[in-house]
């Protein structure tokens, strides 16, 4: 029986270091060229391509979207939720329900103080209260939230991709 950590140890193994040095290079630049980046590894096109699809379809590289920056959207609130639920087995059912918040744009399940951490972004504090009461706090299962304001988001990074790892 494979465990996520076997799982994970698997796609590891498949990885080398031409994946790496491609994972390298899309995670400073979603956008460029495979022609460049074909050049920089000094493949083929068709290799590249091969290759991230290969990655993409292990799992290994989960996204290309853009970053849409909340504040030109009119959100600049962004904020941390913990979420205590009067029992652990009820999370599944709270994530349905925080899929139908817009705003929530991440949920955690987690160790520690909170059941769950929640990352919304709010218009104003009128509606970050209206999130909270109003949404939140009214979800079945939900019996406390804690509410941290970020004030400034300093540092946002992709893991480093280490070329030499194998």
Do not use: W
Not at 25 to 51: T, Y
Not at 108 to 116: D, Q, V
Request: glycine share 6%; hydrophobic share 40%; charged share 25%.
């Amino acid at each position: 029986m494979l465990t996520n950590c076997n799982i994970n140890h698997v796609i590891m193994e498949k990885i080398d270091r031409l994946d790496r040095k491609i994972l390298s290079i899309l995670s400073k630049n979603a956008r460029i060229p495979f022609k460049d980046v074909a050049a920089e590894c000094g493949v083929s096109r068709a290799a590249i391509h091969q290759r991230v699809q290969h990655l993409i379809e292990a799992d290994v590289i989960t996204g290309s979207g853009f970053d849409v920056n909340p504040k030109s959207l009119g959100y600049s609130t962004c904020t941390y939720v913990g979420i205590n639920l009067e029992k652990g087995s009820m999370y599944k059912n709270v994530v349905e329900e925080l899929q139908h918040i817009p705003e929530v744009v991440e949920c955690h399940f987690t160790t520690g103080p909170y059941t769950m951490l929640v990352k919304l972004y709010a218009r104003d504090n009128e509606q970050l209260m209206e999130l909270l009461n109003g949404r939140l706090q009214g979800i079945h299962g939900v019996v406390a939230t804690e509410t941290l304001i970020s004030l400034e988001q300093s540092l946002k990074r992709e893991i480093p991709v280490s070329i030499d790892e194998e």
